[in-house]
């Protein structure tokens, strides 16, 4: 692999979101994870209501992420916040509030959200 092709890329690194379901009950059911860049840790998103994480998650936003995820012909999702009832909640970074999407945005990366560079 003498010609394989090398990079030296100058700029603003822009995120190149991946998700992921954990602590599956099925594999269509579970926490979202997400990560900004493939060497990210894995973190979660926000759908909460209060302080900085102002706006909730609702199932127009499930929509989007379940297409993320790669569930293409999804027509219906829920949204499940964890208020509380899961016994073992997951440590890391937060990565994403304020999901806002539109019912048009096709996954995640279209709708409107905020990005947290590593809020805990």
């Known amino acids: 692999h003498n010609l394989d092709v ?5 700029g603003t690194r822009e995120p190149v979101w991946q998700f992921q379901l954990t602590r599956n009950v099925t594999n269509r059911i579970g926490v979202v994870q997400a990560r900004p860049f493939p060497d ?3 973190g979660t998103i926000c759908g909460g ?3 900085i994480f102002g706006k ?3 199932d127009r936003d499930a929509l ?5 995820l790669g569930f293409t012909d999804v027509t ?3 949204a499940v916040v964890n208020t509380g009832h899961i016994t073992d909640p997951l440590t890391g970074p937060i990565y994403i509030g ?3 999407c539109t019912g048009t945005d096709y996954l995640l990366q279209n709708c ?3 990005y947290y560079d590593n809020v805990r």
């Open 112 to 114: 409107s959200f905020t």
């Open 56 to 58: 909730a998650f609702n």
């Open 64 to 68: 989007s992420v379940c297409r993320s």
């Open 40 to 42: 990210s840790a894995w």
């Open 76 to 78: 219906s999702a829920s």
């Open 98 to 100: 304020n999901v806002d």
């Open 49 to 51: 209501t209060l302080g």
């Open 6 to 10: 090398g990079l030296n890329c100058e």
